[in-house]
């Protein structure tokens, strides 16, 4: 059962955006400090990456847990209204972010998705470094193309 009207739930849903989210921001700033240039969220990239960066032919999907139907993890509860809804929108989710993941592959480009659960919580700050860590020797390290970072 929903505790918040549909009006007040209407305009909460009304505020979230897909881009220049808390986490994307905060692996951005990061990487830019560490001295890296990218594109933002370029409408001539399939799926819109989060970041990316042409000169080292990889992209970066950032994902919140929620919306991306994160399996196991904790921010990621299944709403108990309108149940039939959000089984298809996170299936339809689940199956872009394949489509979008399958594509980038097939092009030859370097993926990185980072889950919202792997800079979120206790000791945020340190676990935004650690992640930003694990991004650039991944960029510099170009053996290997795929990194999934998770909470």
């Not at 209407?10 to 808390?22: A, E, G, L």
């Not at 990621?76 to 298809?88: D, G, H, I, L, T």
Request: with cysteine.
């Amino acid at each position: 059962m929903d505790t918040l009207t549909p009006a007040s739930r209407h305009k909460n849903m009304s505020h979230i955006r897909s881009k220049d989210t808390k986490p994307e921001k905060l692996i951005r700033r990061a990487l830019f400090k560490a001295g890296f240039r990218y594109r933002i969220c370029d409408k001539r990239y399939p799926g819109k990456p989060d970041l990316i960066f042409p000169r080292y032919y990889a992209v970066i999907f950032i994902n919140g847990c929620f919306w991306h139907a994160h399996d196991g993890c904790q921010y990621f509860v299944f709403p108990k209204s309108n149940q039939s809804f959000w089984r298809k929108k996170f299936t339809r989710n689940k199956e872009r972010d394949a489509e979008n993941l399958k594509y980038y592959q097939e092009q030859c480009w370097r993926i990185c998705v980072v889950w919202e659960c792997a800079i979120r919580g206790k000791n945020s700050r340190r676990r935004i470094e650690k992640v930003t860590e694990q991004i650039i020797q991944w960029l510099e390290e170009p053996e290997e193309a795929f990194l999934e970072i998770r909470g």
